[in-house]
Antibody, heavy 120, light 107 residues
């Protein structure tokens, strides 16, 4: 069936950087679309970033220029490099396998999430 | 950006009863809508995509309908494991956007 395991979250000061990792098992990340979706405490879901199987990447306006999604095919792992972090980036960050539907994408497998807290 | 609005915010239902959740898009998303279930402390789970197609392993008591700007998720007979928060997500336009959620609680 497959599994996603996120690591790398923690407490970071505003302006700092953090790299999240998402290790996949049971399927190959390079053959799939992969996304990061976040959820602020007590709030709803927000799509953050997507990497297509071909390598193209997309970002929400709220993180564009600060976050970078990438993958290491040899490790079957997806990353989210987060720079210039702000208090409003505080959230649980989920890694999600992303399926292509006739139009658009949805998220059919999710990790357990990793908490990122941006605070001084 | 397409804004997704869900109603009601909270729905109180007795086990065995029918639950009807609504999702409205700020502009037409055709039939490109997904539904997710999230239980406390857990990741979301995909229930429905394409407005009415159940994801793998999702019980038949979950059904989705609608098109354009108005969508409905129906749970025909609520089981104890169905009490959770439900989110809709449009997959018609970038960025992909979610609704604010409907909490289904035990009456």
């Amino acid at each position: 069936e497959g599994q996603l395991v996120e690591t790398g979250g923690g407490l970071i000061q505003p302006g700092g950087s953090l790299r999240l990792s998402c290790a996949a098992s049971g399927f190959t990340v390079s053959s799939n679309y992969m996304s990061w979706v976040r959820q602020a405490p007590g709030k709803g879901l927000e799509w953050v970033s997507l990497i297509y199987s071909g390598g193209s990447t997309y970002y929400a306006d709220s993180v564009k220029g600060r976050f970078t999604i990438s993958r290491d095919n040899s490790k079957n792992t997806v990353y989210l490099q987060m720079n210039s972090l702000r208090a409003e980036d505080t959230a649980v960050y989920y890694c999600a396998r992303t399926i292509a539907i006739i139009i658009g994408n949805a998220f059919d497998m999710w990790g357990q999430g990793t908490m990122v807290t941006v605070s001084s | 950006e397409i804004v997704m609005t869900q109603s009601p915010a909270t729905l109180s239902v007795s086990p065995g009863e029918r639950a009807t959740l609504s999702c409205r898009a700020s502009q037409s998303v055709s039939s490109n809508l997904a539904w997710y279930q999230q239980k406390p402390g857990q990741a979301p789970r995909l229930l429905i995509y394409g407005a009415s197609t159940r994801a793998t392993g999702i019980p038949a008591r979950f059904s989705g309908s609608g098109s354009g700007t108005e969508f409905t998720l129906t749970i025909s007979s609520l089981q104890s494991e169905d009490f959770a928060v439900y989110y809709c997500q449009q997959h018609n336009n970038w960025p992909l956007t979610f609704g604010g959620g409907t909490k289904v609680e035990i009456k």
